[in-house]
């Protein structure tokens, strides 16, 4: 699994936009990236500039080409580029989609929309073009007032895209996405306990502040986040092991352990037996 954008950080040239939790990055086709597991963290405007990518969200697979536009919300994808791949990519919070709404159609009132919609595709104009090209230089080669230019074309390319959205759907789509709703914990925990999230990952994902996570967490669960994922590890650990042949490191990582030795110390403190212990018993 990959985490984005965190994960692309050292390896693709970015710039972080100021005053807010947004970043701008260029895609460069000599440092490609694929993952058939990948967390994107935050909402995602991404213009394909050269080559293809497969984009799958649960059951909607997305062919994208040159000159095409997606905005995909924060959540689990499939990510599958061709090796020509090359894209700007601008990642940006709730916060920020809020200031551009109540810019622009503060009085406007969404339609009701189906909950899992697939990510919209848009294409590009002579002006996006334009925008995108600048936004590419500010961030290869930053300078003074930069990060302010490459935050501005983000709004612009939004912009552009609402203008043509004469169905009002992305518009209704983007009021719903910073509305006041939150994952519920148990659903989340369930289907994220061994991925490698920290607490303010797990927080912005579920819609919570990190002490209102923490709060409502430990009133519903009756321990703390961190503690829980440990244990839900552990059980997932034990039935892989009883249950595969898969080797115990494989089931270490696949649980969610990245130190090994720190799987089998705890293993061992849960269940009294190391896990290559465990498996040889079951063996035999």
């Not at 995108?132 to 300078?143: D, F, M, N, S, T």
Request: hydrophobic share 40%; charged share 25%.
């Amino acid at each position: 699994m990959i985490q984005i954008p965190k994960d692309l950080l050292d390896h693709h040239l970015h710039i972080r936009l100021r005053l807010a939790d947004m970043y701008g990055f260029v895609i460069d086709k000599k440092r490609p990236f694929r993952c058939d597991d990948t967390l994107q963290t935050a909402h995602c405007l991404e213009v394909i500039l050269t080559g293809s990518i497969d984009v799958r969200y649960g059951s909607f697979v997305q062919h994208l080409t040159a000159g095409e536009i997606q905005f995909r919300r924060r959540g689990n994808y499939q990510l599958f580029p061709s090796d020509d791949y090359t894209s700007l990519l601008i990642f940006m919070e709730n916060e920020f989609v809020d200031y551009f709404l109540e810019s622009h159609v503060p009085e406007f009132k969404p339609e009701k929309l189906n909950a899992d919609l697939p990510p919209f595709i848009f294409k590009t104009t002579e002006f996006i073009k334009a925008n995108v090209a600048q936004a590419i230089q500010h961030i290869l080669h930053p300078q003074e007032y930069s990060r302010c230019i490459v935050k501005f074309v983000a709004h612009q390319l939004l912009l552009q895209v609402l203008a043509g959205d004469r169905s009002k759907t992305f518009v209704s789509f983007l009021k719903d996405l910073i509305s006041d709703k939150k994952v519920d914990l148990a659903y989340f925990m369930e289907t994220n306990f061994n991925r490698q999230l920290s607490l303010q990952d797990m927080a912005k994902l579920t819609g919570r502040s990190v002490s209102a996570f923490k709060k409502e967490f430990t009133d519903r669960f009756n321990m703390t986040p961190v503690k829980w994922q440990i244990n839900r590890r552990l059980e997932y650990a034990e039935y892989q092991l009883k249950n595969s042949n898969d080797p115990v490191s494989a089931i270490a990582y696949s649980s969610g352990f990245e130190n090994i030795s720190h799987f089998s110390k705890i293993y061992k403190q849960r269940f009294g037996a190391s896990p290559k212990s465990a498996r040889n018993e079951l063996v035999l």
